[in-house]
């Protein structure tokens, strides 16, 4: 969703008339949401969006915002669309790699107490987009709701495991959904049932046009005991086979299943190759983790030093599992 604003062809003029352009049609999108939202909404301008995630890198957004109703939502993404700015849609930050120049846009994150709740209704429960995913396994443990456990190790929000189909232990999000409610860029809603959307490993393309607010996941009825011990055994597992550096999760998809790239790129020894203070685990090749002091760049070098080596010794090519967002540096 983010539209790169410096293309090296470009006359250093048009440039510098572009820029002004933009920064001048941000002034007017924070006016525009201090008059439209309600007050008290956070409203941030060039907020780093590398403490907001979980690699820690990448400069600023442009413009931050965390909407509290489903009304300001809509409000944002009205606005946004009318003024032709960029959006994206911020979860937990735990499977993206942010560019160290930032976002040019506006970062939406659904993060407010309005999306982040968690109703049990019987079998069923409605979870908020900003809901964390270990919450959401902890109620379903709770209402005796098995089929929820592999969130439990999911350091991720349910909007950004709806976005990516997140998955663990065997198990997808969309295996647990019935329904999901979503927001298109013009602010209007509307529920989709499970049957009517096209998923794939780690990707939902209807979540690449609008934005799910919340879901309505389906549990099977089970002892809590029964469903407790499950998690304590995805828990130690991860625990075991994760490292617990920064890091954004598993960077490149699995090729297939029975190709995990983790294995892959272990069994070429790259485990603690190192750029700058970005490594390859030593726990699990497929993380990248942030030693302190990492940036995008770092890590951007490293991925594509993996993806070379994966390629020339086995002639796969690796794809990326982490969402990268943003430019670089000037
Ligand atoms: N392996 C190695 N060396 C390594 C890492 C793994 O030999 O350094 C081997 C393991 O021994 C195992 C196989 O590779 O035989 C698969 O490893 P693992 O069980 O850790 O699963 P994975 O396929 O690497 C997937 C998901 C993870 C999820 C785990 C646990 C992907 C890309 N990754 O990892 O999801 O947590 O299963 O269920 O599908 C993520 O999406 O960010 C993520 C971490």
Known sequence: MSAPLRLSSEPVGDLVEREARHAETISYLFRDFHIALPKGTMILRDESLARR???????PADLYVEPGTEDALASV???????????FLLGRGSNLLVRDGGFRGVVVSLAAAGFSRIEGEGVFLRVGAGARLKQVAVEARRLGLAGLEFLEGI?????????????????????????IRVMDHYGAIRDVARSAIDVEYRNCPLLRQEVAVSALLKG???????????????????????????????????PSPNLPAGRLIDE?????????????????????VN?????????????????????????????????????DSP
Not at 157 to 179: C, H, I, K, P, Y
Not at 271 to 287: E, I, P
């Open 77 to 87: 993404m009205e606005l946004c669309s009318l003024r032709s700015m960029p959006v």
């Open 268 to 288: 070429l020894g790259l485990k603690g190759t190192r750029v700058g203070d970005a490594m390859v685990s030593d726990v699990h090749a497929n993380f990248l």
């Open 53 to 59: 995630t979980t690699l820690r890198v990448g400069g």
């Open 155 to 179: 350091p991720g929000s349910m909007g950004g495991a709806l976005r990516m189909n997140a998955g663990a232990m065997g198990r997808w999000t969309f295996d647990a959904v019935e329904q």
């Open 291 to 327: 030693l302190g002091r990492a940036t995008a760049r770092d890590v951007l070098t490293l991925i594509q030093l993996v993806r070379d080596r994966v390629r020339d010794a086995r002639g796969i090519q690796l794809e990326t599992e982490v969402e990268i967002l943003g430019e």
């Open 220 to 254: 099977d009825p089970a002892p809590p005991d029964e469903v407790r011990e499950r998690m304590d055994t995805y828990s130690r597992k991860r625990w075991e086979s994760q490292p617990n550096q920064p890091s954004a999760g598993c960077t490149f998809k699995n």
